[in-house]
């Protein structure tokens, strides 16, 4: 496992792994509550939202995922030029920040924003 994010209580909350899946952890139970599947690709960096709604994880390859942590589905898949390696929610509003070879991106998260096509 690559990243993990714990929760207030100490427990890990969800790690992310080598295998392109992300591990959403039962805090009462210490036990995997679901399995997030990416596109394949190592999973580099893991954050889950302040409200613990949603979580974001990178994959060196250049990917963003979003989930919906009650849903366990994918929201979004954001791709940029270069690897990303660390990601994090804003702590107001609903917005990511992603860091990797090319620098920053800050990304807005909305249902506005987001493009179904």
Not at 41 to 70: E, F, K, N, Q
């Amino acid at each position: 496992m690559r990243s993990t994010w714990p929760n207030p209580a100490g427990r890990h909350l969800a790690t992310a792994g080598y295998d392109g899946q992300v591990l959403l952890w039962d805090p009462a139970t210490g036990r995997p509550r679901h399995v997030l599947e990416g596109d394949g690709s190592a999973m580099w960096s893991v954050a889950v939202s302040r409200d613990g709604t949603s979580l974001v994880a990178v994959t060196m390859d250049g990917a963003a995922h979003l989930w919906d942590i009650g849903t366990a589905v994918e929201v979004c898949r954001l791709r940029v030029d270069g690897h990303l390696s660390a990601c994090s929610f804003h702590p107001y509003g609903h917005r990511v920040v992603l860091g990797g070879s090319a620098g920053l991106y800050a990304c807005e998260i909305s249902p506005d924003a987001v493009d179904d096509r």
